[in-house]
């Protein structure tokens, strides 16, 4: 990285940082602290929804994940316009007329404290460890740039998030999150343009997209019924939206960005923009992961995006092995470049030759075969070495083919989804500990300004758990499913408690508190015997299957326990 890159670099997250202090400093009370005084407008509380959910994993490992498995993923969105209706229809309209502070207010409201303490606990849990991985994946990032050690970066950044979250609360969070995702929006819709600007003067979109087809890309829906395949129209239809709606409507993250907004209208408002904009957004994304595969159709690839692996193997004695190994890609890269303009002349001439598509998957095997053994090289070397490079690919791409001035650029935009999201999950796991737990439980009358500063304390304290969480993170299978995986373990019990309270008004605290017990057991169980103990890919059932079994165990249970007990007092 060039001076130039540095100085837009810490430019653009210091200007965020000071001016969300600026702007928010000197909050009074609980209200103006956790909810911005509800004054926020409809467009802000869209841009805020979707910057909270838009993490530097979505930026760091989505492009990674469509390099390696092409577009599939964005099956997992698709419930997600569909569960923003029935959240701004259902849910919205009894947040506002309780007048909560978090969503799980509302279940001691419905049902009792300990439904509510339940609930509240198993979002801690979840955001908890997944506020610790979305400081992980920036350190990545900086690791790679600096060589420095994980442990100090996540303490670093750590820090600086933990630093306008206290000061300014949710409308640090709020104000700040119009600058980020200008940022964001603007940074990759330039490495977009750069990525077509880069590739042979010859090729047009639908040439690369073409080359991106040959190669098992351009694979977006798959409409087959088997449970087994992680991604499909139904998982995503079915399970992402029982994802969704658990995370929209039941996460304070997520809530806690709506419940500041001006009235019903204009909260309702903002998740229907997320609606709309949501799905293109991670189209485009993915799009733009595409996009660098078929750009490194080209141009030189590493056998290991990671870095850090290659210095390991310098070191060692399979330096000459991985060398040899090098050689061979380099050889089969000219290969494929030669294969891929051949290609591109034919299509030129409105041609798809199947022999030619043939012959590139036949050298992309090649390719696989050359990285496994690289990566078995690699596991010589050091066996507890992370091997899988999905979160690198696109972080290789910016630093070693964008212009100077843009590669700070793009720097600034993953760091600023990563501390937008950390500064949401940090207020949201502060604010449902102090409210629903601390406030709750209380048997004393304390001052408003007694609550903010119990805030605060929280913020600094689930900052201080979420930055060791991530001293102690590892790479899973790629960073975004991680995260994704980890929710899918939560949200469906966590679902079914509220639509049982919104839908199923016969149904008691009692019966819902056992039923979700039970029902947060089985998922453990069933994630464990399923998918845990299989190798990636080799899964017995997709991950997002997860919340849709959730939700219906804690429906169907609380329903028969109910009943149960209806009949037994009769």
Request: aromatic content about 14%; hydrophobic content about 45%; charged content about 15%.
């Amino acid at each position: 990285m060039k001076q130039l890159d540095w100085i837009i670099l810490s430019i653009t997250l210091l200007f965020i940082i000071f001016y969300g202090v600026y702007k928010t400093r000197g909050s009074q009370n609980v209200e103006e602290y956790l909810l911005d005084n509800k004054r926020t407008p409809w467009w802000l509380v869209g841009l805020s929804v979707m910057a909270t959910q838009a993490s530097a994993i979505t930026f760091l490992s989505t492009p990674g994940q469509a390099y390696h498995d092409g577009m599939g993923f964005v099956q997992f969105y698709f419930g997600l316009p569909i569960a923003m209706v029935v959240i701004s229809l259902v849910f919205i309209p009894i947040y506002h007329k309780v007048k909560v502070f978090t969503a799980y207010e509302y279940l001691e409201k419905r049902f009792d404290l300990k439904t509510r303490s339940l609930a509240a606990l198993l979002f801690l849990i979840q955001r908890g460890l997944a506020a610790g991985i979305t400081i992980y994946a920036p350190s990545i990032i900086l690791s790679t740039l600096l060589g420095w050690n994980l442990t100090l970066l996540n303490i670093l950044i750590g820090i600086s998030v933990i630093f306008y979250t206290y000061i300014g609360g949710t409308k640090a969070v709020n104000v700040t999150q119009k600058q980020q995702m200008f940022v964001i929006m603007f940074g990759m819709f330039i490495t977009f343009y750069l990525i077509l600007h880069m590739l042979p003067n010859e090729m047009t979109i639908s040439n690369a997209l073409h080359i991106a087809g040959a190669n098992d890309k351009m694979n977006i829906v798959d409409f087959s019924f088997d449970t087994e395949t992680r991604y499909t129209f139904w998982s995503g239809i079915t399970g992402g939206f029982f994802l969704m709606l658990a995370y929209f409507g039941t996460d304070q993250t997520q809530v806690g960005r709506y419940l500041s907004g001006k009235s019903d209208r204009e909260s309702q408002m903002g998740l229907i923009l997320n609606g709309f904009l949501k799905v293109p957004m991670q189209f485009f994304i993915l799009l733009t992961g595409v996009m660098v595969f078929v750009f490194f159709q080209f141009n030189p690839v590493p056998l290991n995006f990671n870095s850090n692996n290659r210095a390991l193997i310098e070191n060692s004695n399979y330096k000459e092995d991985y060398n040899k190994l090098e050689g061979k890609l380099n050889a089969l890269s000219e290969e494929k470049k030669e294969y891929n303009l051949l290609y591109i002349d034919h299509l030129n001439q409105n041609f798809d030759n199947p022999i030619l598509r043939n012959k590139l998957k036949e050298l992309a095997g090649k390719e696989k075969d050359l990285r496994d053994q690289a990566k078995e090289l690699i596991e010589k070397v050091d066996p507890k070495a992370e091997t899988n490079d999905k979160d690198y690919v696109f972080l290789h791409f910016i630093l070693h083919y964008l212009p100077t001035g843009l590669i700070g650029l793009l720097l600034a935009v993953i760091l600023s989804a990563a501390m937008s999201s950390s500064a949401s999950e940090l207020t949201a796991l502060a604010s449902t500990t102090s409210i629903d737990l601390y406030k709750r439980n209380l048997k004393t009358v304390k001052t408003e300004k007694h609550f903010v500063n119990a805030t605060r304390f929280f913020i600094l304290t689930w900052g201080i758990v979420a930055i060791l969480f991530a001293c102690v993170c590892t790479l899973f299978e790629n960073l975004i499913q991680l995260v994704n995986i980890l929710g899918s373990i939560f949200y469906g019990t966590v679902l079914g408690i509220f639509l049982v309270g919104f839908l199923i008004k016969y149904v008691k605290g009692k019966a819902i508190f056992w039923s979700a017990a039970i029902s947060q057991i089985s998922i453990f169980f069933i994630y464990f015997y399923f998918i845990h103990r299989h190798p990636s890919g080799q899964e017995k059932l997709g991950y997002l299957w997860l919340n849709f079994i959730g939700a219906t165990l804690t429906i169907v249970l609380s329903s028969g326990f109910q009943f149960v007990l209806n009949k037994k007092r009769h």
